[in-house]
């Protein structure tokens, strides 16, 4: 019988007690991999909490926190579970104004900064925010009474037991990424998340030998629960990546066995794998593909050609080994959410040798809803049900094919509801409880989910037809040329895209046909570069319905990112920004 929990702080103090010795947070300093491990985060777990409690905070406070992750993040997490203080994650990346916004939402009693730069912005707050008593810096020297290691040192000496949190008790309040307006607070209770790991106890294949590299933010509900969480929970260990463009060089470093990430990761990994191929010799080159060939018959229960199996020893030897070595040479298992995984890419990675299992879920289900797993694995699908959950279809929310309809979730998983947004928590909710999710898809006669849209992305042509732009844009980020795109077509006679060049591999081409790569803007503007665009287009998007075809391309000069404004934090597009931000150009394809 697997482990099961009460709530997060029985969680970490079982852990703690079982995998005392073993390593759970590596950290990169000085160049050397530093490794603590579960006891020594237990006892500053104990140190933070008393030194919060000595603060005043306790129950039903809530305490925002800005830093990326680090094993300080983690311990303020379980101190705060401990005391029955609601944990409320931010990012780095958001503008200040979000976190005025929300620590002023929540009524935040205190404030903890990650890096002396978020400190020195976020001590401003107390001035807009009259909740916020305490400005907390992770950093600060520890003659800082308001430091971690102040804290910590004043928690050692007057020590505070743990609560044991009521199954509605709030763990924490994340808040949604506002794509249609400001943030909501989603209200998860201990036992909201602890029945996601508990669900996954026997299901996920996870155990005291495994590590993670850890890039994904805990600030959202994906990273916060199935990495941190599961893999705690698992007697696992997980080293923090140093930076976004460090992940390549910190995979080969620590040799994870598993990786969780969202499809824009794997979307890179299979575009610099093709890339490397295209400049590769052609046996090399046809060992490869033949490999795959074999490796996707293989999974399908098909019979590979002789030729083909024959390559595919060949291909793991000579050519797989080496992929795989690039990350560490250990990686078995890949777990991928937060927005649909193209299956393209999921049998790329599957065929190198490393288990992609797809899930599917929200921040309002804590997140976890369905998982692909062993026993019960389909490429293409986000898995089956997991325990206790239930999955229906509601087709009356629209006027698409009729096996597709809004997916309606039910189970222990479904938040408490949105913080101080009755309304809005009502609009979300069926009569007998179920959870509206908003997105589109389809449950297979197997009982695998399918997604196939977003329920509010949707639009509709003048011809009558439903658009859903998501699966065109994920399939269309597959061309190496195109690093983003968002597709529009909203009550118009056909689809055009804003299209943001991949520019690294755009100038490449466009030096070997002699075109002057040397500024993005005049790039964009050449007839050679739009035609290239065009067919990219064309090719990514020939599997579509005809009314689904993207007829016409706008080139914009720079990427969807966070900081113009463009993505959310957990790298959702921002439609409405987008379509404003490039409003003449839209307006020209339509002209």
Known sequence: MAEQFKNLVDMFEKSVKAFGPHELFGTKRDGNWEWSTFAQIGEKVEQLRAGLASLGIGRGDKVAVVANNREEWAILSYACNGLGAALVPMYEAQASKEWEFITNDCAAVAIVAGSAKVYDKVKALPAKVPSIKHVIGMELPASEPLSFAALMKKGAESPVP???????????????????????????????????????????????DDRSLSFLPWAHSFGYTCELHVMLSKGASI???????????????????????????????????????????????????????????????????????????LAKSLVFSKIVAKFGGRLKYAFSGGAALSKDVAEFIDGLGIT?????????????????????????????????????????????????????????????GYFNRDDETKAVFTEDGGFRTGDLGFVDGEGFL????????????????????????????????????????????????????????????????????????????????????????????????????????????????????M?????????????????????????
């Open 162 to 208: 743990a609560i044991d949190p009521e199954p509605k008790d709030i763990a924490c309040l994340i808040y949604t990424s506002g794509t249609t307006g400001n943030p909501k607070g989603v209200i998860l209770s201990h036992s909201n998340i602890i029945s996601n790991i508990n669900a996954v106890q026997s299901m996920l294949p996870i155990s005291t």
């Open 450 to 565: 399918f997604i196939t849209g977003r329920l509010k992305e949707l639009y509709k042509l003048q011809n009558g037809k439903y658009v859903a732009p998501a699966p065109l844009e994920e399939k269309l980020k597959l061309s190496p040329f195109i690093a983003n795109c968002m597709v529009y077509g909203d009550n118009q006679l056909f689809n055009i895209a804003l299209v943001a060049p991949d520019f690294a591999n755009l100038k490449e081409w466009a030096k070997n046909e002699g075109i002057d790569e040397s500024e993005d803007a005049k790039l964009i503007k050449n007839a050679k570069v739009k035609s290239l665009l065009e067919a990219e287009v064309a090719k990514f998007t020939e599997e579509f319905k005809g009314f689904e075809e993207v007829k016409k391309i706008a080139l914009v000069p720079e990427d969807f990112t966070v900081e113009n404004g």
């Open 239 to 313: 080293a923090l990546a140093e930076a976004v463009d460090k992940i390549i060089a910190n995979l080969a470093e620590v040799s994870p066995t598993l990786l969780f990430s969202v499809p824009r990761i794997f979307n890179r990994i299979y575009d610099g794998v093709n890339k490397q191929m295209a400049a590769k010799p052609a046996m090399i080159q046809s060992l490869f593909r033949a490999g795959l060939r074999a490796a996707a018959k293989r999974r399908k229960g098909e019979s590979p050609s002789l030729g083909e199996s024959i390559a595919h020893p």
């Open 356 to 416: 992609v299992y797809e899930g599917y879920g929200l921040t309002e289900t804590s997140p976890i809803t369905t998982a692909n797993r062993p026993g019960a694995h389909k490429i293409g699908s986000v898995g089956k049900a997991i325990t206790d959950v239930r999955v229906e279809i509601d087709k009356t929310q629209t006027s698409t094919d009729a096996k597709d309809g809004e997916i309606v979730v039910y189970g222990p998983n479904v938040m408490q």
């Open 567 to 591: 993505l959310t934090p957990s790298m959702k597009l921002k439609r409405r920004v987008a379509v404003e931000t490039y409003k003449a150009e839209i307006a020209a394809l339509y002209a």
